[in-house]
Structures are given as structure tokens and as C-alpha cells.
């Protein structure tokens, strides 16, 4: 009898154990038709001058396509262990969104505690991806990043992160990431590493609307500066200065209004020990964006924004103006559209899509005082 009951305690205790873990298998994925022209050409008269069309199959341009695992065991007294694994891909290739890295987005184990927060360690997305929130667009492909050439949606490595739980309506959110060199703020120039990042952000949310002040540093890995020689090659940022390295100051903010959410934000990059500058090279960013979203039906929803950025140093400004709009068929469904234009200054060439500087066709970009304009329609689904 005692060992009968012994062993229904075991398998109950199996039972209740297995029931506080958990593993989620999760994904999206994105693509689409998309048109662009004045995709720069070099020089010359004509066609040449005015840049070239193109056409493509697109893979996240409204959101990253990405697929991943992540997890949950209740330990008892209130505490979690959590993990998280995700990666991004091309639906249009099947090809890895980094090349040799599965999980280029997160890679991530750490505890949480509801009345202490979440602390995490690993690779995660930046902390300057905060700005997802107050993106009229979510940081799609034609949207925040593009004209300050993706400084405010990459990843990072060697984390230490910290989540608040929420405070009367604030909450706190900090990032640490280690150079992982002998220098503390890096000092390689082998390709992959990564100089000492860091940020701060504070988010106070209310049922009317929603601010956040975000602050955040990347430096250089060759160097531990937050900027130096323009045309350094680490980490695969070639040429990209202030676009790469340096502090990012944002503020921001939602307002919710019924059917309307009203966005807006500004964001100040800035670098200091920048060297090699020529003319158009800049050493700061000032960017502003604004816009609203009507959600018209429980399924449909239209965008419009504008987003505005001027660079020192003859780098010129240049204003994206955009449209567009979803509609879900399911939970799990919805289609999208996006019509974008770009006009430049007379010694700017921002493109659509968060590129390295230049010209060539290989950028994507147009060629200088030249504008942009595209539009794309696609199909995406989470599972």
C-alpha cells in the first residue's frame, strides 16, 4: 500500500511539474512584391543620372521574417527562469539573416520575478529598438531606421539586461553589453567584434497616452571611441561613421485618441572622435518622424507618417513621406501595403531602406539629390 502511494505521489508530483514548464515554438514570416526607382547608378547623363528601376521579391520589409523558441519554468516563490532563441531568415531565399549564426537575434537565459523585474543575459535586440513602440510604421523596412541608416534597430551581444515590473505607471529598462576584449571598450578589428554598448530607457504608460526618454551608446571595437575614423572596417560597417558608432538620445510619444494612435518622436545622434571626415561625411544626426494610425475596422488599419533628418558637415537633409496600411484575414494572417517617397537635399542620397552610404546600385540608395520612391503589397504569417 505505501509504495502504491508512494508512487502516485511521484507521478503526481511529475504532473505538477511538468505543468510549470513550458516551450513555445514561434515565427513569422513576410514577403512581398516590391518596386523601387532611382536606385543609384554612378554617374553620367540621363537614365544614368536619374538612377534605375527594380523590381524584387521582398522578405520583411513590413516585418522581419524570424522564427524561434523560448521558454518558461516556475521554480516556486514568485520565480521564473526564462530562455529565449530567435532567429532571422529571407522567405525569399530561405537564406539566415546573419551568415553563420542561427539565433542572430536573441539568445538569451535569465530569471524574472513579478514584484522584481526580469534580468537576461545574452545576445538581444539593441536597446535603441525601443523606438519599435512609437513607430508609426513598427520599424519596417521603410520607416525609422531608413534614414539614419539603421543606427536604431540592431542587435547586440555579451548582454546584461534589466526589465522593471511597472511603477504607477513607469517602468525601467536597462542594457549593458561588454566588449568581451582586453580593452573594456574594445580594442579589435577583427570582423565580428563588437566594442562595449550600452542604454537607458524610461517609459511611463497611461490608458490616454504613452512617453519614453531613451539614451544609448555603441562604441567603436577597434578603438572603444564613439566614433572614430569614418572609413574603419569593423564589424562589417564600412564607411558608416556616426551611422554605426556614437550616443542616441530619443523622446517620445504616443497618444491614444479611439480609433486614432498619434506618434512622434525625436532622436539626436551624436559622436565625438570622428576623423577622415570629407565633405557630406557627418558627425551628427538630428531625426524627427511623426504620424497617425486609424484603426478602422478590428481588421483594417491605414498609416501615414513623415520622417525628417538633417546631418552636419554638408551632409544635407531628407524627408520620407509614406503611406500604408494592413488588413488581417485571421488571428495569424494579414495582408500589407506601402507607398514611400524620399526627397533629398541637394547633397543627400538617404534611400527607402537603412543602407550604407553610396551610390552604386549595390546600395540601393539614390544617387546624390536625387529622390526615391516605392511601393510594395505582401502577405504575412505568425505561427
Partial sequence: ???????????????????????????????????????????????????????????????????????VEDIGGGNKVLFQLEGSFSTATGSLGSAGSIWNRWATVGMANDNYGTLLLGRELFISNGIW?????????????SLVRGRNWPQSSNNVSYQSPKWYGFDVYGQYSLSNQTSWNGDSTASGAQGREDGLQLTYTSSLFQIRGLYDEIRN???????????????????????????DYMAMINVFLGQFKIQGGYEAVRSSGMSGLAIGEPSTLDHEWGGVTWQATPA????????????????????????????????????????????????????????????????????????????????????
Avoid: C
Avoid at 513607430?135 to 525609422?144: E, I, K, L, T
Avoid at 527607402?352 to 540608395?365: C, K, M, P, W
Fill in 221 to 247: 571595437p577597434a578603438n572603444g571611441t564613439l566614433g572614430g575614423t569614418y572609413n574603419a572596417v569593423n564589424s562589417g560597417n564600412v564607411g558608416q561613421g556616426v551611422y554605426a558608432f556614437g550616443r
Fill in 300 to 383: 483594417a488599419a491605414l498609416i501615414a507618417a513623415v520622417y525628417h533628418v538633417n546631418g552636419n558637415n554638408g551632409a544635407g537633409n531628407a524627408t520620407l513621406y509614406t503611406i500604408g496600411g494592413s488588413y488581417n484575414l485571421s488571428k495569424r494572417t494579414l495582408l500589407d501595403f506601402q507607398v514611400a517617397t524620399v526627397q533629398n537635399s541637394k547633397t543627400a542620397n538617404y534611400g527607402l531602406n537603412a543602407n550604407n552610404s553610396g551610390t552604386s546600385a549595390a546600395t540601393g540608395n539614390p544617387l546624390i539629390g536625387h529622390s526615391q520612391t516605392g511601393v510594395y503589397g505582401g502577405i504575412q504569417h505568425s505561427f
Fill in 1 to 71: 500500500m505505501k509504495k502504491a502511494l508512494l508512487a502516485a505521489a511521484l507521478m503526481s508530483a511529475g504532473v505538477v511539474a511538468h505543468a510549470q514548464s513550458s516551450v513555445t515554438l514561434y515565427g513569422r514570416l513576410d514577403a512581398g512584391v516590391a518596386y523601387m526607382n532611382g536606385v543609384g547608378t554612378g554617374g553620367g547623363t540621363g537614365a544614368a543620372t536619374a538612377g534605375k528601376s527594380q523590381v524584387l521579391l521582398e522578405s520583411g520589409y513590413w516585418g522581419t521574417s524570424l522564427w524561434g523558441l523560448k521558454g
Fill in 133 to 145: 513602440d512609437f513607430d508609426p510604421f513598427g520599424q519596417s523596412n521603410w520607416s525609422s531606421a
